[in-house]
Nanobody
Framework: QVQLIESGGGLVQAGGSLRLSCAASGRTSSSYIMGWFRQTPGKEREFVAAIPWSGSSTLHADSVKGRFTISRDNAKNTVYLQMNSLKPEDTAVYYC?????????????????WGRGTQVTVSS
């Protein structure tokens, strides 16, 4: 089992920045893929970004490319999502997810483990 705990959400004005953290524990391995998703009421969970525990590749959704950056700290077993130039449409609950197979995929159904989410609210 893998446990994921998100933190760092909050209320910010448009144009501001937030950094989300996802602390992972349990049976993680270097082959895992870590992802960030977001969801608003009545909508499906949306892919934001993904990164492997090893290697330099990353994947970001077009809607956040150039504004958000996913990164990791292997020593701390933590994945981050740096969010800059935030917009009101970025308002959502942000979830951390883990996939125990290789491949930077965007389908939420491919991720086996999920955190409980952290709320991000961007005011205009």
């Amino acid at each position: 089992q893998v446990q994921l705990i998100e933190s760092g959400g909050g209320l910010v004005q448009a144009g501001g920045s937030l950094r989300l953290s996802c602390a992972a524990s349990g049976r993680t391995s270097s082959s895992y893929i870590m992802g960030w998703f977001r969801q608003t009421p009545g909508k499906e969970r949306e892919f934001v970004a993904a990164i492997p525990w090893s290697g330099s590749s990353t994947l970001h959704a077009d809607s956040v490319k150039g504004r958000f950056t996913i990164s990791r700290d292997n020593a701390k077993n933590t994945v981050y999502l740096q969010m800059n130039s935030l917009k009101p449409e970025d308002t959502a609950v942000y979830y951390c997810a883990a996939r125990p197979y290789s491949g930077l995929v965007t389908d939420s159904r491919s991720y086996n483990y999920w955190g409980r989410g952290t709320q991000v609210t961007v005011s205009s």
